[in-house]
Nanobody, 122 residues
Framework: QVQLVESGGGLVQAGYSLRISCADY????????MAWFRQAPGKEREFVAA????????YYADSVKGRFTISRDNRNRRLYLLMNGLIPDDTAVYFC???????????????WGQGTQVTVSS
């Protein structure tokens, strides 16, 4: 079972950095491919970044490539998203999710956290 809880969101100025985290309170974190998605008001949930179970391969949406870095710590059952060069368009609720297969589609993820709000002011 996977139980995901995000933290670390907040209000930052454009150009600054923020790192958000996702903790798994279950016991099987290392078996899952993990991803971050985000949802802005009035918009559909969209893919941000993903990482394989081993941490060896990462994927990014074009909109965040070069600015965001996804990483994981399997020993401590943590997923991270380091966001540099934040812009107002990055404002959204950020969700972590777990899947048994790598995907960029929300429908392929079995477990979700409750989300953490990230707001970027101009």
């Amino acid at each position: 079972q996977v139980q995901l809880v995000e933290s670390g969101g907040g209000l930052v100025q454009a150009g600054y950095s923020l790192r958000i985290s996702c903790a798994d309170y279950g016991q099987t974190f290392s078996r899952y491919d993990m991803a971050w998605f985000r949802q802005a008001p009035g918009k559909e949930r969209e893919f941000v970044a993903a990482i394989t179970a081993s941490g060896g391969t990462t994927y990014y949406a074009d909109s965040v490539k070069g600015r965001f870095t996804i990483s994981r710590d399997n020993r401590n059952r943590r997923l991270y998203l380091l966001m540099n060069g934040l812009i107002p368009d990055d404002t959204a609720v950020y969700f972590c999710a777990a899947s048994t297969g790598m995907s960029m589609q929300t429908r392929d993820y079995d477990y979700w956290g409750q989300g953490t709000q990230v707001t970027v002011s101009s």
